[in-house]
């Protein structure tokens, strides 16, 4: 529910896994006089005013906003997109591998040539789809139905099917910024453009019978994150008729060695320029040594039937389109149909290929493994899964080495009703814990579920402000081995949850919790949360609660449609935002406190062209009424070695504790901006990353006088803040995953109100598997 991660692990692990499955088997200045002048030798200027392309590009910044669908009051197209995956590179002792055997004879004998560099190629998946895209551009409002879909290799994995789909974004060239793989690249046709690349006018030549300017552009930096190609720009109306881009060869991509994209426009009528085609290539390594074996990941988008202004109402397109698998899986006629781009021999190949690998007892286990490397579960019979394998094993100083074991209902991805429980075990501790949940979805239209459930088990309730009331939600109950104090702050939680939510619109999710719980120290003798309640002393709590929850998340998408979706975010810059009122209610189930709290969280990722990615969050709460310990705002620590955002990671378990806070958290990657200006250090192809953490908060007298434990309850009054900077992409090849942070504490630096030290400065590491 809460971003808490370094990155989404299951979207770049769902890519890791095919890939590993392919390797087994306006400016304002005055206007020049624009001449018809072609240069067919690159050349530099040194004012960009000197240089005829600046005159042209003019020109076509003028008309970025009045071009294509924004002519319109409203539009619709068609959409036709195919994307496939085939290994590079094959010879023939990679054919000889063991893994290989009994499906050899079927594998190889369709094998194909590379349209890239005429090479043997394997193929490995093939997704198509068609969609139609409604819109309206005052207000901006869009929606976009699957007419159809159709995929092979994963027929039974639309979780990893979408994930592929998802590894791409529809290209506007007219934006400053382009999106490849959450990587902000500057659009040659950026207004910024003449900062970033070199332009010639190298030609003019016609395309779809318009003559045109031929523009090529280079970067000036052949180090940073940036493209180079040519633009194609209609001599009469300085439109984009035409751009063919490609990464340069010493482009800083994580598992990627090249990508180009291929953009074909058009012009219905004498005003409107709207794009027909999409063409992108990610070229996908290891190592980026030649002859080595890669990916090849290809996406073809074409865009026919565009409609104008035919009024359609905002009833249309706000309502939800919920595509059923029986209204989306087509037989063979229909794509032969509505297909408006031929498959090559080789694409054919691929549904030719699994159509007989199917039934072959190998493949079924290695598509096995895929499946259990993306979700976590292991599938037994027609209805159980076992799992998340991923939580097996945790480890913390109150149990010890804990083990933990689980399993849910899965008939199948689109499941209206689910059942799940987990049992666990610590070894220092010896003790059981256990939980379990059910829930059910009466319609995927607005979402409207019921579900409740039961949990006895040991928590670390000082990690997390803004926290989910559900059961089966992250526990934070395990840490890691490698800590730089104790991680002895555990409670023992008993606790019924029952909620209800639903969708009313796309993305808005209302949620109604009812909770009860009893919550004491998991060990006295190493955390205490004793408090007084009307003088009297009390080693453990009741709270029975109600919590409203309002949850808005605009552009986010799902592959699945069930009671438990799976979401699509690796490649968003969408917002999150959260509000939640919580109600304690006393005396119902012997709960000891009435109280009011009121939070508030906010994320939002950002892409700052070529100078990187920048993560925000702000949160902010506050307790109306004098509150113990148990029930307090726990501003996050993370006392671990290991990377966590959105917590602070020099600040000790219940270092500070706050009736009212508001804390934020930035973080800025510049995706190698200022190593690739610096001698030798451009050539390790490392990236730069600078974080700022602050909170502030204060405590009431009542809350301080009601603790009795060994806990101080001590406030930020003053904001605390820390700061530092990481170096990420380390690594060898194109596998650079290591990343390493370097933080100061700048303030509270004589803070010793738990048992474990204050620490000035710590260094944190972890493994990124992002692009």
């Not at 493209?227 to 991509?253: A, Q």
């Not at 698998?325 to 408006?340: A, C, F, G, I, S």
């Not at 900077?725 to 942070?741: A, T, V, W």
Request: some cysteine; aromatic content about 14%; glycine content about 6%.
């Amino acid at each position: 529910m809460f971003e808490d991660s370094m990155f989404d692990k299951k979207f770049i692990l769902s890519f890791f896994l095919i890939w590993c499955s392919g390797l087994l088997f306006s400016q304002t200045e005055k206007e020049n006089e624009i001449e018809s002048v072609v240069i067919k030798s690159v050349k530099k200027y040194k004012n960009k005013k000197e240089n005829p392309a600046y005159a042209i590009m003019q020109q076509v910044w003028k008309k970025k906003k009045s071009n294509g669908l924004l002519l319109h009051k409203d539009y619709k197209y068609k959409t036709y997109e195919k994307i496939d995956f085939r290994l590079d590179n094959i010879d023939s002792s990679f054919t000889k591998k063991k893994v290989f055997r009994g499906l050899d004879s079927i594998i190889f004998k369709y094998n194909d040539t590379s349209e890239i560099a005429g090479k043997a190629v394997l193929p490995l998946f093939i997704t198509e789809s068609i969609s139609k895209t409604y819109g309206k551009n005052d207000p901006k409002k869009e929606r976009k139905d699957l007419l159809a879909i159709r995929n092979s290799g994963l027929k039974n994995n639309q979780i990893v099917a979408k994930t592929i789909q998802n590894m791409y974004k529809d290209i506007n060239i007219y934006d400053n910024t382009i999106n490849y793989l959450n990587l902000g690249f500057t659009s040659p046709v950026s207004t910024d453009g003449f900062g970033v690349f070199d332009y010639n006018i190298t030609d003019t030549i016609e395309v779809n019978a318009v003559r045109s300017y031929e523009i090529r552009f280079t970067p000036k930096n052949p180090e940073a994150l940036a493209l180079k190609g040519r633009l194609y720009i209609s001599m009469d109306k300085y439109n984009v008729m035409k751009v063919e881009m490609e990464t340069n060869k010493r482009i800083n991509i994580n598992f990627v060695k090249n990508i180009a994209t291929d953009l074909e426009f058009d012009n219905p009528d004498d005003s409107t320029f709207i794009p027909t085609r999409n063409e992108t290539t990610l070229n996908l390594v290891l190592n980026d040594k030649d002859g080595a074996k890669s990916v090849i990941a290809k996406r073809v988008a074409n865009y026919s039937d565009y409609e104008f202004d035919k009024g359609i109402e905002d009833s249309f397109l706000n309502k939800i389109y919920i595509p059923e698998d029986e209204l989306v899986e087509k037989d063979e006629n229909y794509w032969l149909e509505n297909r408006t781009e031929k498959l090559t021999e080789g694409e054919q190949n691929i549904y030719k290929m699994y159509d007989e690998l199917e039934n072959v007892p190998k493949y079924k286990r290695i598509i096995k493994l895929v499946e259990i490397g993306n979700t976590g579960y292991i599938h037994f019979g027609k209805w159980l899964d076992f799992g998340n394998i991923f939580q097996t094993w945790g480890y913390n100083d109150i149990e010890g080495l804990r083990l933990r074991a689980g399993a849910r209902t899965y008939f199948g991805k689109n499941d209206m009703w689910r059942i799940q429980a987990y049992t666990a075990y610590g070894f220092r501790d010896e003790k059981w814990k256990f939980g379990g949940e059910a829930k059910y979805m009466f319609n995927k239209t607005n979402r409207f579920q019921i579900g409740g459930g039961y949990r006895q088990d040991v928590l670390q309730l000082g990690v997390q402000l803004t926290t989910d009331e559900g059961i089966m939600t992250r526990s934070f109950a395990s840490s890691s081995v490698l800590n730089s104090g104790e991680t002895t702050s555990m409670s023992s939680v008993k606790q019924y949850n029952f909620f209800t939510s639903i969708e009313p619109w796309k993305n808005f999710q209302i949620k109604l919790d009812a909770t009860t719980q009893n919550i004491r120290s998991a060990d006295s003798n190493l955390f205490n949360i004793d408090y007084y309640r009307q003088g009297v002393l009390r080693n453990d709590l009741n709270d029975t609660k109600l919590t409203t929850t309002l949850i808005f998340r605009p552009g986010i998408k799902f592959s699945t449609y069930g009671v438990d979706r799976y979401e699509m975010t690796a490649l968003a810059t969408n917002p999150s935002l959260i509000l939640k009122y919580t109600k304690g209610v006393g005396g119902v189930f012997n709960s000891d406190f009435n109280y009011n709290k009121l939070q508030f969280y906010y994320y939002q990722p950002v892409i700052l062209g070529n100078w990187g990615r920048l993560f925000a969050n702000v949160e902010a709460g506050k307790n109306f009424e004098s509150l113990p310990l148990a029930l307090q705002n726990v501003l996050p620590a993370n006392q671990s070695y290991g990377l966590q955002r959105g917590v602070f990671s020099l600040m000790n378990y219940y270092e500070f504790v706050a009736d009212s806070y508001a804390v934020l958290f930035l973080e800025h990657h510049f995706n190698g901006k200022i190593f690739s200006q610096i001698p030798l250090i451009k050539k390790l192809k490392l990236r730069e990353v600078a974080f700022f953490r602050s909170g502030v908060g204060s405590v009431k007298q009542g809350s301080v006088n009601m603790n009795a434990g060994n806990m101080q309850l001590s406030a930020p009054e003053k904001p605390y803040y820390e700061y530092g900077f990481g170096i990420e992409n380390i690594g060898f090849g194109n596998f650079r995953i290591l990343r390493i942070d370097f933080n100061w504490r700048g303030n509270y630096l004589n803070h010793n109100v738990t048992s474990t030290p204050v620490r000035k400065f710590g260094i944190q590491f972890g493994f990124q598997m992002n692009f």
